[in-house]
């Protein structure tokens, strides 16, 4: 089953920025429109959300077929949270709030059948409903979907040389928000000792020359920054911020003119 990961590995291969959104609404026609905007993946989430696995499925039916890559953060580091999400097919599937090695080790675990994990066998629309050859499945399987782990707090940061050697880790995502509550400046992603922890998480997946990505509100700064650091993908804004920042400037502007119309006659 086609999940468009390979164009975001090829991006990466060429140097480029690989930018998506996330999406926290439950109808798939959200994730629809949003791939018509150019984006190069989205990342449907449920950690954050309302969505069932039902809602899940479509969001990732909708994206696979527009041609994008669909990425899924799930709830928890748990097997069994992550066993449909990987039978539903995802190009990536990311886990939250890892914070030592053996932590990323369940993680991937969860994704590889036996003897390398503890994944149960019922892939589902990952083999295309059984109309994919087994053995070519399984030797799919061994390199998707990407798995990525979320660097969201200041032990993990602490112990992050560790968990980059864990084998089977393709990505490293950074949660700035939470990184910053870690250590008592929840929200000031800005901070001096936040920035501090943003650059070291920076300096040791270069090092170890894995890719990493974070989930950033837009803005210059922060974009900026983030490709100074050598980041292969960020994850910019989500669906409910373009509904109020759409609405907000439309109703502004309706205002405004109805004001202006008014006063001139």
Wanted: proline share 5%; net charge negative.
């Amino acid at each position: 089953m086609a999940n468009n990961l390979l164009k975001v590995k090829e991006k990466i291969s060429r140097g480029e920025m690989v930018i998506g959104t996330v999406i926290s609404l439950s109808d798939p026609i959200v994730s629809e429109i949003l791939c018509r905007c150019g984006f190069d993946f989205i990342w449907i989430d449920g950690e954050h959300s309302a969505m069932d696995n039902g809602d899940i499925n479509l969001h990732i039916m909708a994206v696979s077929r527009s041609g994008i890559a669909p990425f899924v953060r799930i709830a928890w580091n748990d097997p069994v949270i992550a066993k449909p999400i990987l039978d539903m097919g995802p190009a990536a599937i990311i886990f939250p709030y890892i914070r030592t090695a053996e932590e990323a080790e369940l993680a991937v675990k969860s994704c590889k059948y036996p003897p390398r994990g503890i994944r149960g066998f019922g892939p589902n629309r990952a083999n295309d409903y059984s109309l994919m050859d087994t053995e070519e499945y399984l030797s799919i399987s061994e390199k998707e979907p990407w798995i990525i782990i979320q660097i969201e707090h200041v032990d993990a940061v602490n112990n992050l040389e560790k968990i980059l050697k864990v084998e089977g880790i393709d990505s490293i995502l950074v949660g700035p928000n939470d990184l910053s509550g870690s250590i008592g400046q929840l929200g000031k992603t800005r901070h001096p000792e936040v920035l501090k922890l943003l650059d070291r998480i920076a300096v040791e997946c270069n090092k170890a020359k894995v890719p990493f990505g974070a989930g950033i509100g837009f803005n210059e700064d922060n974009f900026s920054d983030w490709i100074r650091r050598g980041a292969s993908w960020l994850g910019i804004n989500n669906d409910s911020s373009y509904l109020v920042s759409g609405g907000t400037n439309c109703y502004k502007n309706a205002e405004e003119l109805f004001k202006k119309i008014k006063q001139h006659g």
